[in-house]
């Protein structure tokens, strides 16, 4: 295995089933046996290279898993029919009754609703703290506490975890640290830093092209033949399964990743440095003044940049929603949630992805509602797509 996440891509090699240079699509949710006594064998997990049921898993699912596995450095993975199917299963299966999750309190609106409405419901709790504070993490673990949960880029602030530390602090407690890399994939290799887990929601700028969810967990084989077993594993039985030709059309798009990830990262920092000079108020990882800027850079795989997201901040909502709607209308990218799309893609966080957080939390952790999320697009004049920005900054009156 290279260093390199992209290189591990690019060196898979497929001979289809009729030589095809694409591996064959699995069309068959249910698979024969030759020999009874094989059946059993593979129910009980010991038969190698046997498929039982699609929902254990499938040719496709196990390609696009194994290419996945081979960009976050882990022995291997499971792909899920969507980001939070593999969020929950990895949760669902790591704690049971009066477990207890240390979370970022900057995570994803879904993870967020999922751990403070859902997970209680079966007695997990979780206690949501500031993630870059390695003191307030520590002082948050309990004996009950089983994992460490975070965004290795935090929606929609842009905090940085410190996964090398949160790593150390795992470690010493004995709990797993688990990584949603969804915003940052080849730029950052949690496992590698020391993260036991690392989840994407494929959703984003892995498959990157906005036909479909999904989502992925790697980690070690252990962990995630515990996942796929039929007796007590969380995606086996709570069934969030991908379908195969979704499986294949992914695989195909996660080969170009590397390259769509350095034009995001390019066209993200142009914007966000000439808007900073401007005067507006941009939160960009790539920038100086981002307060995590230096860790960024120690931790990041450096030729793909800072990544595709940043946000400014315009003030007010009815300001932040007059700009997205002129920006739309000058063709400028589309008002919409999700991220990684060739075009850009913006919203106002507090109404939109991180709607679940109640009002008084987000002001607390530094939502305001004049933020604007931007996920830039892949454009290839992006000084063009500047100055029709900085006009429509100046018609609505942020600039
Ligand atoms: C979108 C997203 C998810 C959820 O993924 P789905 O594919 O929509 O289920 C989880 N985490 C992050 C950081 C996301 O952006």
């Given at each position: 295995m290279s260093n390199k996440p992209a290189n591990n891509i690019q060196d898979l090699q497929y001979f289809g089933e009729f030589g095809g240079v694409n591996p064959s699509i699995s069309d068959s949710a249910t698979y024969t046996f030759l020999h009874a006594k094989t059946m059993l064998d593979t129910f009980e997990g010991h038969a190698e290279g046997c498929y039982l049921y699609s929902r254990h898993t499938s040719p496709s699912n196990l390609y696009l898993s194994e290419a996945l596995a081979a960009m976050e450095f882990t022995e291997t993975a499971n792909v899920a029919a969507s980001g939070m199917g593999a969020i929950t299963s990895v949760f669902m299966q790591v704690c049971g009754a009066e477990d207890h999750i240390v979370s970022s309190r900057t995570i994803y609106g879904g993870s967020y609703a999922f751990l403070k409405n859902f997970a209680p419901k079966f007695n997990i709790t979780a206690s949501f703290v500031d993630i870059t504070s390695l003191k307030a993490v520590e002082d948050a673990i309990t004996p009950k506490t089983k994992m460490i949960y975070c965004e290795a880029i935090s929606n929609p602030l842009l905090e940085i975890a410190n996964i090398a530390e949160l790593s150390k602090i795992a470690k010493k407690h004995n709990v797993l640290l688990v990584v949603d890399n969804t915003f940052s994939p080849l730029l950052i290799s949690p496992q590698k830093l020391g993260a036991d887990i690392t989840i994407h929601s494929l959703t984003k700028f892995i498959n990157g092209t906005n036909d479909t969810v999904g989502g992925v967990v790697c980690g070690t084989q252990e962990f995630i033949d515990s996942l796929r077993n039929v007796n007590d594993g969380a995606a086996m039985l709570l069934g969030p399964v991908m379908d195969s030709l979704r499986a294949a059309s992914i695989l195909k798009n996660l080969r170009t990743l590397h390259i769509r990830m350095k034009k995001h990262s390019e066209n993200a920092l142009y914007l966000a440095e000439n808007f900073e000079d401007d005067g507006l108020k941009v939160v960009y990882p790539g920038l100086k003044s981002h307060s995590d800027h230096q860790l960024f850079k120690a931790m990041?795989?450096?030729?793909?940049?800072?990544?595709?997201i940043l946000t400014i901040d315009v003030g007010t909502l009815e300001k932040a929603n007059e700009l997205m709607e002129l920006m739309q209308n000058e063709n400028l990218g589309y008002l919409a949630v999700s991220l990684g799309f060739y075009k850009t893609l913006f919203s106002a966080p507090g109404t939109s992805t991180s709607s679940e957080i109640p009002e008084e939390e987000q002001a607390e952790m530094g939502l305001s509602d004049g933020i604007i999320r931007f996920s830039i697009g892949l454009d290839n004049d992006i000084e063009r797509t500047y100055r029709a920005m900085r006009k429509c900054m100046k018609q609505v009156g942020v600039l």
């Open positions: 990041y795989n450096q030729e793909y940049g800072f990544g595709g």
